[in-house]
């Protein structure tokens, strides 16, 4: 091989490691650097001349204390988990019929209202939650989490059975058919033989609704006033702050706390996701 | 017009595996039709790509026109390539399709119309150049796909298995339709194909390939008639040579040299007359048991087993042409021969093409 | 099996959207229960408000600034990532954390990192003698750099999304096409402009649309990041529909200005549903 050869390869090989590099750091830095004010004691952390890359006085635990300890963090990760829970079974019991039945409707009718419901996705809350806060105020469920228990559903139930559909249609008719000639019913079918088989996609549903109740500010914040029913997402940016005063510490740490095991999870499933956002774009 | 010439071309993907090609040294001449022979992963067509340029060999060498092009990117090889999937840019007409070498060559524009038309009017699509791929039958998608090759006039021309995407009955005509474009602009052809008989029917000279290696290079008749080792000569030929253990070594004889001495009810001409009028020396009589016939229209294929002390139980075909040859039942043992000169003998433990002839024959 | 699911959407969804119009055209007050329909009453003071026609503007440019940053980063992105390497999906992971932490979270983040105080980027451009000590802007402080603040999160966002979305667009390319190109002569530049992106149109456009969506009607980020300050400078439709509506108690108000959304958001489903036709037809 050439001097000539190497030398081209040797620059693209150092663009490409330039564009990861810099990418990387740009989308990694912020959580890198809440990792270090998590643990970085006050007075290292508020004094301007320091090099806030490391650690000019030993790390502390301090700040993780005061979060478990003297906020409501706890609590709102118990609310968010709960409210997740229940969203996911809500979501499951009403999208997964949904989309088998609409797939199995034979004539352009499943395809169009499949098509209705993605749409009403598009719709985003920040245009209803005005109405919608009248709405939770009528029924009673003010300031209560069982007010965006209500309410995700419609964000979690339409993009869920877009997905689920997606996965129904590769399953052969045949299948089916055969299961009812061997003596099952179509909802005995459905669920001893179409469940167990999109258990991939099931588990995708799941996790995007889990993730989505997680992700989500304005609903939360529009009908949750009290501290102590809140969401992790709008606890963490309204009530760690005392009036003007920024607990950075803290603050940090619970972005961390609440941020990684969420960023994990919603990972390992990202593929599925992305064949449902582009709809059936890719062949 | 240029020679390809491969140096002990070696291209191993996987550290401590065998490579997908080792050691390869070939050399094309001015204006053939070779072709790269072998079955699946004989490593045909990562040689096509390395000479491509589109991987870089483990090492070895590659040169074009007596130059060394290993460091040259495709682009700088003045080759042009057919893809098995003939690889139209889908969202381009014919005419951009055909034009777009053109223009990344930068040729000024004024010429490009006159060059497309002429190479759409070389491959007979000069109606369809308004025309998106996705329009387009396979057959037409194969000459778009050529016309694009040839309209920057290439060195050399690289296809790889461009007709396995036809289907059978268009295959053929296709095949005559490449032979007779080949013929008409005489550019060095490297044709890569998994297919013995468009092997045979197209190439000036065949490499045959297997696991990389190249175990002969030569024309059809070559190949064919005179079978470098034991894999040549069944890879070559359906049905494949007939392979008898003979000690230390295997004797081949070809399932058209192989027919029955006595004359059976019913028939004209014996093949044995005339086969026997047209080789001279002796010949070798077997003992042949019918288990099975094919009939094919014109040819029949006879399967059965030798019997007799030397090679009993060895199962061989005979082929023979329909009209010259009689239907026989199965379980009887009737007397057939090989003329010896029709036996080709390869060596027991490396397969290759042996001199050696058993003694004594019986 | 679907009714419910239909039913459900059709009554939580139809029913706030048409209600929002419904407000838009009222007087109605959180904690009054007055409703009294006054007509384009609303449309008229909230278009002459110039904070309205600045948070119009804002949106606006917001997003499409956002946008054409991601596609080109997004594109560059996903052609380093194309290639297996060592360690790939570690570093996939690292650079997808922007978009699956939740958005608020990471807007504190990188409010600590643009404090005006103890930012981090001020602290390095003082070392580097760039500025002298307290002497470098508010990042979120003054009314350009915050606009660029809003912008920079929303592109950090959004740059993982599309990237991956790309990645998707760049395999289904078939491998022998741009290796067609590279034979006929195409180098580097002109295969991607003439050859990927043509052909991954598509996907391109799908990756577009809904990050204009998801800029669009976010409002988190400003909330957060810069509660729509300094001065109103970075108010966008959203933010300032949750200020007027909810903060301010003006339900009418907000909904109207909220009303404003639903032109964009038709115009992308109808762009959408024409992705999606045109890809079935090929």
């Not at chain 1, 009673?140 to 877009?162: C, R």
């Not at chain 2, 060498?61 to 080759?79: A, K, M």
């Not at chain 3, 990532?81 to 990188?110: C, D, N, Y």
Request: with cysteine; proline share 6%; net charge positive.
């Amino acid at each position: 091989m050439s001097a000539r050869g190497a030398a081209r390869r040797g620059a693209a090989r150092a663009m490409h490691v330039f564009v990861l590099v810099f990418f990387t750091g740009l989308l990694a830095f912020p959580f890198f650097w809440m990792v270090i004010a998590a643990f970085k004691q006050n007075i290292d952390l508020y004094t301007v001349e320091n090099n806030p890359f490391k650690f000019n006085l030993p790390p502390t635990l301090d700040h993780i204390r005061l979060l478990f300890g003297e906020t409501r963090f706890v609590r709102w990760l118990g609310n968010t988990a709960l409210v997740g829970a229940i969203v996911v079974a809500i979501t499951l019991l009403l999208a997964v019929p949904a989309a088998y039945s609409l797939t199995r409707l034979t004539g352009r009718w499943g395809e169009r209202l499949g098509i209705g419901i993605f749409l009403t996705y598009l719709i985003p809350p920040t245009l209803l939650f005005i109405p919608m806060s009248r709405v939770v105020a009528i029924l009673g469920l003010q300031d209560t989490i069982w007010s965006v228990v209500l309410v995700y559903p419609t964000m979690t139930i339409p993009f869920s059975i877009w997905l689920l559909m997606g996965f129904f249609k590769s399953i052969p008719k045949e299948l089916e058919d055969a299961a009812m000639v061997d003596g099952l019913t179509r909802f005995g079918a459905f669920l001893k033989l179409v469940v167990p088989i999109s258990v991939s996609g099931i588990l995708t549903v799941v996790i995007f609704s889990f993730t989505l109740v997680t992700q989500e500010f304005v609903y939360a914040l529009t009908f949750i006033s009290p501290e102590s029913n809140q969401m992790v997402g709008v606890g963490i940016p309204i009530f760690l702050v005392r009036g003007d005063v920024y607990f950075w510490g803290s603050l940090m740490a619970a972005c961390l706390v609440a941020s990684l095991p969420i960023a994990v999870l919603y990972n390992l499933f990202l593929d599925r996701f992305i064949a449902g956002f582009t709809v059936g774009s890719i062949k | 017009m240029a020679i390809v010439e491969t140096r002990k071309l070696t291209k191993v993907f996987k550290e401590g595996e065998l490579g997908a090609v080792n050691d390869v040294s070939l050399a094309t001449e001015e204006g053939e039709f070779l072709v790269f022979l072998g079955p699946s992963g004989s490593g045909k067509t990562t040689l096509l790509r390395m000479i491509a340029g589109l991987e870089i060999p483990t090492s070895g060498e590659i040169l074009i026109g007596g130059q060394v092009v290993n460091d040259l990117t495709p682009r700088e090889r003045r080759i042009a390539m057919v893809f098995q999937s003939y690889a139209l840019y889908p969202h381009l007409t014919v005419y951009k399709n055909i034009a777009f070498p053109l223009k990344a060559q930068k040729v000024p524009k004024e010429e490009h119309r006159g060059k497309v038309e002429w190479a759409a009017g070389l491959l007979g699509i000069g109606k369809l150049l308004d025309r998106k791929p996705r329009e387009l039958s396979g057959g037409e998608r194969q000459r778009v796909a050529l016309a694009r090759a040839i309209v920057r006039q290439p060195a050399v021309f690289l296809l790889d298995e461009p007709l396995s995407n036809l289907d059978a009955k268009l295959r053929a005509s296709a095949r005559q339709e490449l032979e007779e474009f080949q013929g008409q602009i005489g550019t060095t052809m490297i044709y890569v194909t998994h297919d013995q008989v468009e092997a045979m029917a197209m190439g000036d000279r065949i490499v045959v390939m297997n696991f990389g290696r190249v175990h002969q290079i030569g024309s059809p008749a070559e190949v064919y008639g005179d079978p470098a080792d034991t894999f040549v000569a069944t890879f070559l030929g359906s049905p494949p040579m007939n392979l008898v253990q003979a000690g230390d070594l295997i004797v081949g004889f070809r399932p058209e040299n192989f027919f029955p001495v006595a004359r059976l009810a019913g028939q004209a001409a014996l093949p044995a007359d005339i086969r026997i009028q047209e080789r001279q020396g002796p010949f070798v009589p077997l003992r042949f048991r019918i288990s099975h016939e094919e009939y094919l229209g014109a040819d029949r294929i006879t399967y059965g087993l030798l019997e007799g002390d030397r090679f009993d139980g060895t199962k061989v075909i005979s082929r023979l042409p329909a009209g010259q040859s009689a239907s026989l039942p199965s379980g009887s043992l009737h007397a057939f021969a090989v003329a010896e000169s029709d036996l080709r003998f390869f060596d027991t433990r490396t397969q290759v093409k042996s001199a050696a002839k058993p003694y004594p024959w019986a | 099996m679907f009714m419910p699911s239909v039913v459900f959407i059709a009554l939580l969804v139809g029913i706030p959207f048409v209600l929002a119009v419904l407000y838009a055209f009222s007087d109605a007050r959180i904690g009054g229960t007055s409703f009294h329909f006054v007509g384009f009453e609303n449309f008229r003071s909230i278009l002459h408000s110039p904070s309205f026609r600045k948070a119009l503007q804002n949106s606006i440019v917001f997003t499409l600034c956002a946008q054409a940053i991601v596609i080109v980063c997004s594109n560059i992105l996903a052609i380093a990532l194309e290639k297996p390497f060592r360690g790939r999906g570690f570093v996939r992971f690292l650079i997808l954390l922007p978009w699956v932490a939740p958005v608020s979270l990471g807007t504190i983040g990188w409010k600590w990192i643009l404090d005006s105080i103890y930012s981090v980027i001020t602290w390095v451009l003082v070392a580097l003698h760039v500025y002298k000590p307290y002497s470098a802007p508010m990042w979120l402080g003054e009314p350009h750099l915050a606009m660029a603040s809003v912008v920079l999160v929303h592109c950090w966002r959004l740059i993982p999304f599309s990237t991956v979305i790309m990645l998707a667009g760049r395999s289904a390319i078939p491998r022998e096409i741009p290796e067609a190109a590279a034979i006929d002569g195409a180098g580097f530049w002109r295969t991607l402009f003439q050859i990927n992106i043509p052909m991954m149109t598509p996907i391109l456009s799908v990756a577009v649309l809904f990050g204009i969506i998801f800029t669009f009607t976010d409002m988190t980020v400003v909330y957060i990041l810069t509660a729509g300050g300094p001065f109103d400078s970075t108010q966008t439709l959203p933010s300032l529909a949750f200020a007027t509506g909810i903060a301010g108690s003006d339900l009418a108000a907000g909904a109207a200005i909220s009303l404003f959304l639903v032109p964009v958001l038709v115009a992308v489903a109808y762009l959408m549903l024409r992705v999606a036709h045109r890809a079935e037809v090929v």
